[in-house]
């Protein structure tokens, strides 16, 4: 299958605190390297016709902003936790602007989220300029965004089924501490792999450093980014010594294309 060239934009590349985190006075948060403050983590996927971000998180509106984004095709959802899905609100300026719905793509889990808590979005008698919503149901099978075809992984976080995403040669996930067999060989062949990883010690639902080094690695991916950072891990420049030569931290604004 031919697939177009991508663009892959970080647009934030923290865990749901953000860092630096309110009220931290540790050394990653009181960090003067702007690679060590992180948003919440989101992407921007583009080909030369075809955009749009994985999740919206509490900092989209700053996200479009600073990434000068414009023009958004869709919206794709990991699963339906706050800080993967609180700013949906704002896509209310893509709508204005284009003067149509936009079209969210989210699983079962995270559709049920979101009729829940943009429940105005959806009511009979819509308040003007509420966000406008084209909900399309995903779960295992191909979908195509404009011309880049997108398919679903399926990772456990802790107990919540999460969805993540290989787009050609590019696979990202994030909020993972587990993939099955079958799902990580959707993954297999990719050149770029995006996987969260947390912190260094054990965590309840997500990988850790050790653990994302070790799933990349088995999996043979040559160029392998980490994301959803806490402060807990360490600062950019410190754990970016510690890390393999294909293996790097993510920040904001990287940009790798593919």
Not at 36 to 44: T, V
Not at 70 to 83: G, N, Q, R, S, Y
Not at 224 to 245: D, K
């Amino acid at each position: 299958m031919q697939h177009p060239a991508l663009n892959i934009n970080f647009l934030g590349t923290g865990t749901s605190s953000g860092v630096p985190m309110i009220g931290c006075h540790c050394e990653v948060c009181c960090s003067q390297d702007p690679k060590d403050n992180r948003l919440r983590s989101s992407i921007l996927v583009s080909s030369n016709t075809t955009s749009f971000v994985i999740d919206t998180t509490p900092d989209f509106r700053y996200q479009m902003l600073r990434s000068k984004t414009e023009h958004l095709d869709a919206i794709v959802f990991t699963h339906p936790h706050k800080d993967h899905i609180a700013g949906l609100d704002d896509i209310r300026a893509f709508n204005h602007f284009s003067k149509k719905p936009i079209d969210i793509y989210a699983g079962a889990n995270t559709e049920e989220a979101i009729r829940r808590d943009f429940y105005y979005a959806f009511a009979e008698t819509r308040y003007p300029g509420v966000p406008d919503l084209n909900i399309i149901g995903i779960d295992r099978d191909l979908f195509m965004v404009g011309d880049i075809t997108v398919q679903p992984i399926h990772v456990a976080h802790h107990k919540m089924p999460v969805l993540g995403f290989r787009m050609g040669d590019f696979t990202y996930i994030t909020d993972a501490n587990y993939i099955e067999p079958q799902e990580q060989e959707k993954i297999k062949g990719s050149k770029v792999l995006v996987i969260n990883a947390l912190r260094k010690e054990k965590h309840l639902s997500h990988f850790t450093l050790s653990e994302a080094i070790e799933l990349a690695s088995a999996l043979e991916i040559p160029e392998v980014y980490l994301t959803h950072i806490s402060h807990q891990m360490g600062t950019h420049t410190a754990v970016s010594n510690e890390l393999p030569a294909n293996i790097m931290l993510a920040y904001d604004g990287l940009q790798i294309s593919l």
